[in-house]
């Protein structure tokens, strides 16, 4: 059987079901619905929890890979309704990076090709990212949580500002030209 639906279009209760007879659906995607847990917005913020908590029953495993495979994802349903202070976020990549460490010597026993992932360094040594093993490309946290690109983006902004600001002085002042 398929599902044949996106996961984050389903209700609570479908979500409930699906997860409950997964075994039954031959395009059941664990990642997707772990992805699909904070984007779905046909559910409230408690019931994702619960999705999350439930969906856990079944795959915790895969959840805990996620740290490796996409660790972004795995933050976002891990701290679902959490506010985070930057120690937080500090402890959670620390608890992460040492939790990839395990399960990369776990797996290099297995496979030998993570040669697609490298470790993080933007340069910046109090980047909390720094050391955390990411896969080439896809990752949102380089944008949302790395310090070197958080850095960039608000030298970006400000630039912009600067610019925008003499734009508008230069118009004040034709303004006033015109008037005189
Ligand atoms: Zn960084």
């Not at 701290?79 to 120690?87: D, K, M, S």
């Not at 030298?155 to 508008?168: D, I, L």
Request: hydrophobic share 30%.
């Amino acid at each position: 059987m398929k599902i044949d639906r996106k996961f984050n279009t389903l209700s609570f209760n479908e979500y409930l079901n699906y997860i409950d007879n997964h075994k039954q659906y031959c395009d059941f995607n664990t990642l997707g619905l772990y992805r699909s847990i904070f984007e779905n917005e046909n559910t409230s913020l408690d019931e994702k929890i619960q999705i999350r908590e439930f969906a856990n029953k079944h795959f915790e495993k895969t959840f805990e890979f996620l740290q490796i495979k996409d660790p972004w994802t795995y933050i976002k349903v891990k701290t679902l309704g959490l506010e985070l202070t930057n120690g937080d976020k500090d402890e959670l990549w620390r608890q992460i990076r040492k939790n990839q460490e395990l399960i990369l010597k776990k797996k290099r026993i297995k496979h030998q090709n993570f040669g697609e992932y490298s470790k993080h360094n933007c340069g910046y040594e109090t980047c909390p990212m720094n050391g955390i093993m990411i896969k080439q490309g896809s990752f949102m946290a380089e944008y949302e949580m790395c310090i070197g690109n958080i850095n960039k983006y608000a030298q970006k902004q400000k630039s912009e500002r600067r610019k925008s600001e003499r734009k508008s002085e230069k118009s004040i002042i034709k303004n006033e030209l015109d008037l005189e």
